[in-house]
T-cell receptor, first 114, second 111 residues
Framework: DVKVTQSSRYLVKRTGEKVFLECVQD?????MFWYRQDPGLGLRLIYF???????EKGDIPEGYSVSREKKERFSLILESASTNQTSMYLC?????????????FGSGTQLSVL | GDSVTQMEGPVTLSEEAFLTINCTYT??????LFWYVQYPGEGLQLLLK?????DKGSNKGFEATYRKETTSFHLEKGSVQVSDSAVYFC??????????FGQGTILTVHP
């Protein structure tokens, strides 16, 4: 089974801190994604990557950046955390050969910014 | 832009009841449509999909039919179980690999 692992299940940070959320997948998937999940808003795409060192903005990239130095790892960076970034963050990956239709998700990181 | 709208939740049912969760979409062209499910404490997982008009996706007793004339992809199950309690997300894909999700519908099934 594909496994997508997010480094932390719960994280508490202070306003202004630099925050790193890490995601690792073990099935050699080309595509990786970061979403945030908020009640009543569903999942919204922050950034995605189709290959190593490639990145594209999603629908809500403001206040975030990403890094993909290795194929299996996709990091989300909050340069200066703010309270409105308190949310559940979900990482996902998919295989290019399958048309990228089936996303495999991690269990999520619940980030609280105080 | 593209969007997906799901029925307001939460939905609460008794075991063996019939389930419908409505989903409509707005998109140009012919997107692929999906239902994902998120069980408590777990990541989302693909439940079913349909890639063209009139296709029916099915899995684990759930079904959904791609209706282009009504831009809908409603999720149905004839007899729900307690283990179906989860959050259900409707989604569409137009651009390669990029999913647009609805807001999610919480389903609770009581014994």
């Amino acid at each position: 089974d594909v496994k997508v692992t997010q480094s932390s299940r719960y994280l508490v940070k202070r306003t202004g801190e630099k925050v790193f959320l890490e995601c690792v997948q073990d099935m050699d998937h080309e595509n990786m994604f970061w979403y945030r999940q908020d009640p009543g808003l569903g999942l919204r795409l922050i950034y995605f990557s189709y290959d190593v060192k490639m990145k594209e903005k999603g629908d809500i990239p403001e206040g975030y950046s990403v890094s993909r130095e290795k194929k299996e790892r996709f990091s989300l960076i909050l340069e200066s955390a703010s309270t409105n970034q308190t949310s559940m963050y979900l990482c996902a990956s998919s295989l290019r050969a399958s048309g990228g239709e089936k996303l495999f998700f991690g269990s999520g990181t619940q980030l609280s910014v105080l | 832009g593209d969007s997906v709208t799901q029925m307001e939740g939460p939905v609460t049912l008794s075991e063996e009841a019939f389930l419908t969760i409505n989903c409509t979409y707005t998109a140009t062209g012919y997107p692929s449509l999906f239902w994902y499910v998120q069980y408590p404490g777990e990541g989302l997982q693909l439940l079913l999909k349909a890639t063209k008009a009139d296709d029916k996706g099915s899995n684990k007793g759930f079904e959904a039919t791609y209706r282009k004339e009504t831009t809908s992809f409603h999720l149905e199950k004839g007899s729900v179980q307690v283990s179906d309690s989860a959050v259900y997300f409707c989604a569409l894909m137009k651009s390669y690999g990029k999913l647009t999700f609805g807001q999610g519908t919480i389903l609770t099934v009581h014994p």
